[in-house]
């Protein structure tokens, strides 16, 4: 009884049908994932084809919209131009008005009040006569003696 004590007890082989039946699922879910993996590999290089076409269509876009906005830049400036133009035109013309004007009320004889009557008014008093807002001149009090005279 000695040699049967001494050998070690033999493994308890499962039966080879019970193997197969392991082995199967494992590979159906091996399966599965390999489909899997390839249907996720393949979106996502859709993905990647539509982001690229978006990318394209958005520069695209810019490109046009910095042109629309480069032209419309364009057209502002020349209008801003032209405005400066006209108005540096009607400058001008109101300028040639005005001294028109100003020479008809001197050929009237009349004298523009805000300038040409204050010179007078200046050169008078220096000789001693006042020079009313009409133009017209007055008569001068003598500061000297009070008598008045007539210029």
Known sequence: MANSD??????????????KE??????????????SRTELLSRIQGLKQD??????KLDTQVKVYRDELSELKKSLNGEVEQLRSEFQELRTTL?????????????????????????VQET???????????????????????????N
Do not use: H, M, Y
């Open 95 to 119: 300028q040639q008005q005005q001294e028109d004007v100003t020479a008809s009320l001197r050929n009237l004889g009349l004298q523009d009040v805000s300038g040409d009557v204050q010179l």
């Open 6 to 19: 001494s050998t070690p007890p033999l493994p308890v082989v499962a039966p080879l049908s019970s193997r």
């Open 51 to 56: 982001l690229q076409s978006w990318r394209s």
């Open 124 to 150: 008078k008093e220096a000789e001693g006569t006042k020079v009313d807002a009409n133009g017209e001149e007055t008569q001068a009090v003598d500061k000297d003696n009070g008598n008045e005279t007539e």
């Open 22 to 35: 392991n082995v199967t699922p494992i590979g159906s879910k091996i399966a599965e994932l390999s489909e």
